[in-house]
């Protein structure tokens, strides 16, 4: 799965330009946009670029990725699932229903990184279409035009689901463009549309994890169901079954391209990622160079950043199948026995023990007693500054494709023997016994919600989730066990966009209608 070492390129010209005529030369240590641009190898670093945008914001954890890589188990800090004593992102701000446009964290930098990513992937396209070089032929061409087109399509789907109505932005932006209005979400979600297709037409047909790194014709498509389960929701929560349709195809075309992973945490951990057949898509890192400034084993293992919740350890069923408390394989004096296997791959109690002595203690306090195992790598304990996590960050998989499958099959036709069958997959690989038979449609929806939240639990999914279902409010205004106050209002399926691009747009750009 490891990729070619990305190179991460920092240079201002390439991307943005920014040329002055102080004095009529070149510099000698940096790349001219009038220089670069000229052969198949610079397209093939600038695209290694793409693939390597930073989008944590933060000058000191410049790598791939960042809040949709190895932050992505930050997310679930606004959930129910779990709590951000860091408060990394603004989370216990926006917990608390502290979202103004000035509220920081995810509040602004989801916008302000999304557009950096976008106005980088626009030069690159603006730069591609302009080529006559003969070391590039068209075929090659397509193919990297439905690479940066699919990362644009990831990007405005941020956007999408975060703010609703916002800029659209399709070229390179200059004086005389740069201030620029929104559009209606319904433009924005077709902008995605498009350009998963011209992606899902054009990219290599091999999977993901035979094609070194790239994103392939299954990776768009895996996006795209991902997409279309969301916007299947609309604005009430009642799916649209047309949509649906489209989920089911997609992922019957995906499936039998790939593989689950016979062991669970082989997926995130470093050992078991290269080749595994179950990742669709991931951010590679690759040490020494190329891995996050503070590793995914430091932020989670020792910083504890992520603080699972009581009322999430409970949601694991017993070994039986049965819920805890429920089920009579309940132990309250070992509460992590007889239980899903998940449980223990993905949480510990108070310090990660992998065994045989193997065992770090955290420096950093525990406000849960619990921590997040999931994305921790034995062999780099004992975790410290200088540890570094070269395990890739998993950003689609086909546990969810099953997941999403199921999902849309059993809002369209009940839970068929195709629903039954996706599931008892996913539950045999640790272990866990299949469904009942006789489920009725609703019964089955809720058993595979709670098997989403188990399965895919801080892969950065649950926020979406619960808005995409609309129970957002029932959920999270009714967590009793968090460390601050849940807050959620209607409102908040858009937040508003941040106060700082709206003051320098000029009266351009207009506030969302329920922060203005």
């Given amino acids: 799965m490891k990729r070619y070492k990305i190179l991460i390129i920092f240079i201002s010209v390439l991307f943005f330009g920014g040329c002055s005529d102080y004095l009529d030369r070149q510099p000698l240590d940096q790349i001219s946009s009038s220089t670069f641009w000229q052969s198949k190898g610079d397209f093939e670093m600038a695209l290694t670029a793409i693939y390597g945008i930073n989008t944590t914001g933060a000058s000191w954890d410049n790598y791939p990725g960042g809040v949709w890589a190895y932050h992505l188990p930050n997310w679930d800090n606004l959930t129910d699932n779990s709590f951000g004593q860091h ?10 229903g502290d979202i103004t446009s000035t509220t920081g964290g995810y509040q602004s930098v989801v916008y302000s990184l999304s557009y950096q990513a976008i106005a980088r992937i626009n030069i690159f396209l603006g730069q591609l279409g302009q080529y006559e070089g003969s070391d590039m032929s068209d075929a090659e061409k397509k193919i990297a035009e439905a690479e940066v087109r699919f990362f644009r399509a990831y990007y405005y789907f941020q956007l999408y689901c975060t703010y609703g109505d916002v800029p659209l932005v399709l070229e390179p932006l200059t004086l005389e463009n740069q201030l620029q209005a ?21 990219l290599n047909t ?3 994890y035979v094609n070194t790194g790239h994103v392939a014709q299954s990776t768009a498509q895996a996006l795209k169901a991902r997409v279309l389960i969301y916007e299947a929701y609309g604005s009430t929560g009642v799916p649209d079954n047309n949509l649906l349709g489209q989920v089911r195809d997609l992922c019957l075309d995906i499936m039998p391209k790939y593989e689950l992973s016979p062991v669970f945490e082989d997926l995130f951990q470093d050992k078991g990622q290269s080749g595994n057949k179950e990742i669709i898509y991931a951010v590679n890192y690759l040490a020494p160079d190329n891995v996050p400034a503070y590793g995914t084993d430091l932020i989670y293992g020792d910083w504890i950043i992520v603080s699972p919740l009581q009322s999430f350890i409970d949601a694991f069923e017993c070994s039986d199948g ?13 509460p992590f026995e007889n239980r899903d296997p998940r449980l223990n791959k993905t949480v510990f109690v108070d310090h990660p023990d992998w065994g045989d002595g193997n065992i770090h203690f955290p420096t950093n306090s525990r406000p849960t007693g619990y921590g997040l195992k ?12 200088s540890t570094l996590s070269q395990q890739n960050s998993v950003v689609l998989r086909l546990g969810e494709v099953l997941l999403m499958y199921a999902e849309a099959q059993n809002e369209i036709a009940g839970p068929d023997a195709s629903v039954y069958q996706a599931m008892e997959d996913l539950r045999a690989r640790v272990d866990m016994p299949p469904y009942p038979a006789g489920l009725s449609k609703e019964e089955m929806r809720e058993r595979i919600r709670h098997e989403r939240r ?4 801080f892969e950065g999914l649950r926020y979406f989730d619960l808005k995409r279902w609309h129970i957002a409010g029932d959920v999270l205004n009714n967590v009793t066990d968090g460390l601050v106050e849940y807050n959620w209002e209607d409102r908040f ?17 207009i506030q969302n209608p329920d922060y203005q």
């Fill in 374 to 385: 999931k994305f921790l790598c034995p062999e780099n304990t004992p975790i410290g500054y």
């Fill in 322 to 334: 049965l819920p805890w408390g429920v089920s009579p394989l309940t132990d309250e004096d070992n």
């Fill in 206 to 208: 091999v999977p993901y």
């Fill in 182 to 202: 929104k559009v209606s979400e319904d433009k924005i979600y077709e902008q995605v549309l498009t350009d998963l297709d011209y992606a899902i037409a054009n």
């Fill in 493 to 509: 399926y858009h937040w508003p966009l941040p106060q700082s691009e709206i003051d320098k747009s000029q009266g351009v750009l």
């Fill in 454 to 457: 188990i399965e895919l639990a």
């Fill in 87 to 96: 408060n990394y992102f603004n989370t216990k701000n926006i917990v608390a």
